[in-house]
Structure formats: C-alpha cells, structure tokens
C-alpha cells in the first residue's frame, strides 16, 4: 500500500541511451511532480502536472519529456542519456495544485547513473 | 533561489528537544512554511507547516514568531532514527517547493 512508488530503484546505464522512470501514486492526487537531487543534495523541481496538464516547466533540458498518461501516473523519459543526468529522481504528488496547504508526498526516489 | 537560511548542522542528544531554527525575512503575507526531512538519501518527508499560528503534530510543533520572519522546528524527544537533513522551505506561488541545504541534525546517544 506504498504511496508514492517509483520504478526502477536503480538505473546503470550508458551514455547516449535513452531511458525512462516510472511513478505512481494511489493517493487519488490531482497533481503530480518530478524533482532531481544532484552530487551536491540540491533537490529542484523539474515538473508537475495537474490531471494530465503540464503546469510547471523549469529550465530542464527538452531531452527530458514528462508523460502522464493518467492523473495517477507520471513517468519520466529521458533521451540521450549524459554524464551529467546522472542524480536521484524523486516524483511527488499533491492533492490539488500545490498551492497553500496542498502538502507534497514524496516517492522514494530512482537513482541514476550514467557511464 | 531559497527563501531560507538554516545552519548547516547541528547536533542532539537522544532524549532531548532538537530546536530547528530557520530564517525567512522575505517570506510574503500567503507564502506558507513547510517542513520536510530526508532520512540518508530517501525521499523527503514531510513534518508540518504553518502561516502565522503555531502548529503541532505527532512527529514535531512548529513555531513562528509575529513577524513571520523566522520559524523553529522542535522535536520534542529526539532518538537516533530523527538524523536526517531537514529542509525549511518557503511555498512560492504555483506550487513549487525550493529547497535550500537544510540544517544536518545528527542525534548522538
């Protein structure tokens, strides 16, 4: 009855490969987002979706695509793989928007690495 | 950028109050404070959060002071599993919560 999951724990991959991150919530959250913590431990946002809609987009590189193909999943495809993607992956949900008292639970993360 | 300025670490003895203090002297009239920790690398985990009043739950209490410029977590008995890095944050608008470098609080026995 876990919250938030994330598919795979572990990702080892090569450069220049794509791959992707998979997360599910059974919360019944509206909203649905995707942080990534580098070397450094620095979390950042990357994006969140609110019932399939994109409603943040910061400055992450188009190799990266978010895709929620229902409000419950929000999966994390990444092109091209480099050096410097290499970071743990945490996705979160929130019931609303994410706005005022909305709280963000978070999923246990995916760490990759590329070599 | 962060909203907040927490210390960088702090240390507690097993059994005794764990007093978070964290600065926000910019944080606007709606902008609410959240608390989070992450426990060696696992995903953050949220504690409490307050606008004005303070706040208490079963894992902390939170307390702002008038001005709203500052705010302390405290956790009431701390036991070794409470190490972690705990992370002040400010909510901005549309939903993003920023982390800073959170305060390492290390529960010695």
């Known amino acids: 009855d876990t919250a938030v999951s994330q598919t795979p724990k572990y990702l080892v991959t090569q450069m220049g490969n794509d791959k992707s991150i998979k997360c599910e919530q059974n919360?019944?959250?509206?909203?649905m987002y995707w942080y990534k913590q580098d070397s450094k431990k620095f979390l950042k946002i990357m994006f969140s979706y609110n019932n399939k809609e994109l409603i943040i987009n910061e400055t992450v590189p188009n190799r990266f695509s978010p895709k929620s193909p229902d409000k419950a999943h929000l999966n994390l495809h990444i092109n091209s793989l480099e050096l410097g993607d290499s970071a743990v992956y945490f996705c979160a949900s929130s019931r609303l928007r994410g706005e005022g008292t909305d709280t963000q639970y978070f999923g246990p993360g995916t760490r990759l690495t590329v070599l | 950028d962060a909203k907040t300025t927490q210390p960088p670490s702090m240390d507690c003895a097993e059994g005794r109050a764990a007093n978070l203090p964290c600065n926000h002297s910019t944080i606007s009239g709606n902008e609410y404070v959240y608390w989070y920790r992450q426990i060696h690398s696992q995903g953050p985990q949220y504690i409490i959060h307050?606008?004005?009043n303070n706040e208490t739950n079963e894992m902390a209490s939170l307390i702002i002071t008038e001005d709203r410029k500052s705010s302390t977590l405290i956790l009431p008995h701390a036991t070794l599993r409470d190490t972690a890095v705990y992370y002040c944050?400010?909510?901005?608008?549309?939903?993003?919560?920023?982390f800073g470098q959170g305060t390492e609080l290390s529960v010695k026995p």
């Open positions: 944050i400010v909510r901005v608008g549309g939903g993003k919560l920023i």
């Open positions: 919360l019944g959250h509206d909203t």
């Open positions: 307050g606008l004005k």
